[in-house]
T-cell receptor, first 113, second 112 residues
């Protein structure tokens, strides 16, 4: 019944590896997002996708790439992982007009060693 | 540039007390404002959403108010319980560019 689900919940990997985090929503929302929560618990948007088109792309390294096979899924691919990428990554979704607010996934804790 | 500030950063109160969490924003051109709760190691749970045309929203023991002119929102928690212990985040959705800006949160600890 989870509205926005992310996998995996925890991810530990070595520097230089390539990894993916998956996100799925069953709310019928039009737009999906990826947020990064840093060590100080500050949330910052990374990407948003609407109907498979990127509509917000914050200044994140191009090692990060969102991939959306359909409007219910938005996966996050990260290439050549660095220590500074360690953080909690949250997926979220909303209707296009954001009138209903945002629904967040439970987060993926990424640790790069 | 919109800035969202939450004061205090941390708060401890005895169980049963009523309390108010504050959220201020510098740009009043917001579309809506949303309050979330985050438990340690967990995701964000939406508590209340206030549209820019609304003054307040209520859900159970929670009441959120919005005053755009003064750039403030408050989250009122009545009869606090230990289970209310969590970090509370407010987030403002901007009209201009549809960006959502989060505050850094208030860590609330309810003492049994």
């Amino acid at each position: 019944d989870t509205a926005v689900s992310q996998t995996p919940k925890y991810l530990v990997t070595q520097m230089g590896n390539d990894k993916s985090i998956k996100c799925e929503q069953n709310l019928g929302h039009d737009t999906m997002y990826w947020y990064k929560q840093d060590s100080k618990k500050f949330l910052k948007i990374m990407f948003s996708y609407n109907n498979k088109e990127l509509i917000i792309n914050e200044t994140v390294p191009n090692r990060f790439s969102p991939k959306s096979p359909d409007k219910a899924h938005l996966n996050l691919h990260i290439n050549s992982l660095e220590l500074g990428d360690s953080a909690v990554y949250f997926c979220a979704s909303s209707q296009l007009d954001r009138a209903g607010g945002y629904t967040f996934g439970s987060g993926t804790r990424l640790t790069v060693v | 540039k919109q800035e969202v500030t939450q004061i205090p950063a941390a708060l401890s109160v005895p169980e049963g007390e009523n309390l108010v969490l504050n959220c201020s924003f510098t740009d009043s051109a917001i579309y809506n404002l949303q309050w979330f709760r985050q438990d340690p190691g967990k995701g964000l749970t939406s508590l209340l959403l206030i549209q820019s045309s609304q003054r307040e929203q209520t859900s159970g023991r929670l009441n959120a108010s919005l005053d755009k002119s003064s750039g403030r929102s408050t989250l009122y928690i009545a009869a606090s319980q230990p289970g209310d212990s969590a970090t509370y985040l407010c987030a403002a959705l901007m009209n201009r560019d549809d960006k959502i800006i989060f505050g850094k949160g208030t860590r609330l600890h309810i003492l049994p």
